[in-house]
């Protein structure tokens, strides 16, 4: 469960665990049965979030998602994180932060979530790689972010027209997606963009 650095209490491990499981509501202390209740809870949100489709899309909407899918997990569920969070060569947003990049997140990219039905390929690429890229970096939650961040892209997509992504493709080239990410962080785009225009061609 340590896939990131973090200080502070949202950084505390369920006794146990030996620092593998964060603490949690449920006493889980094994990663795999973690990773089970997560998984087996995500598909249950994706589920609601599909069958109530969402008419517009807002910060506030995304943190329902997260407390709807975690909040019987974790106490902060839902909630902007406190602590600093890293992965090797990539240093998340500070908490400070956060608020200020929700807004631009919020004004520059979910506001035109009506838009996407009228956008091109090649607009709604670059509009699905930089909103990844902006909310990957803001990295608003404890845990969670990347499949939150999955979720958005795929609601996002559905508006769009097309199908949610099978992110298979990503998952076989985990190197190349995390290095699209720090190149996104520079303003070069050209690599996420690249594997998702490959998932939405491999679907057509």
Not at 85 to 93: E, G, R, S, T
Not at 119 to 143: G, N, V
Not at 173 to 191: E, L, T, V, W
């Amino acid at each position: 469960m340590s896939r990131y650095n973090a200080s502070g209490s949202e950084g505390e491990y369920q006794q146990g665990s030996g620092n593998l499981v964060l603490k949690n509501l449920i006493g889980i202390n094994c990663p795999e049965d973690m990773k089970a209740a997560e998984t087996e809870l995500l598909e249950a949100l994706y589920l609601q979030v599909f069958a109530d489709f969402p008419a517009n899309i807002s910060f506030q909407v995304i943190c329902r998602w997260h407390y709807n899918w975690l909040g019987n997990i974790y106490s902060w569920a839902g909630q902007v994180r406190a602590v600093n969070m890293a992965k090797p060569d990539i240093d998340f947003a500070a908490p400070p932060h956060i608020p200020r990049l929700i807004e631009i997140l919020e004004r520059d990219y979910l506001s035109r979530f009506c838009e996407l039905p009228d956008m091109t390929d090649s607009e709604l690429i670059t509009y699905l790689a930089k909103t990844h890229i902006e909310f990957i970096l803001i990295h608003p939650f404890r845990e969670g972010n990347g499949r939150i961040a999955r979720l958005l892209m795929d609601v996002m997509a559905a508006e769009a027209g097309a199908q949610p992504l099978d992110y298979s493709l990503w998952d076989r080239h985990k190197a190349f997606y995390f290095k699209s990410i720090q190149a996104g962080r520079d303003g070069d785009y050209q690599h996420i963009e690249r594997l998702i225009r490959d998932v939405l061609t491999e679907q057509e």
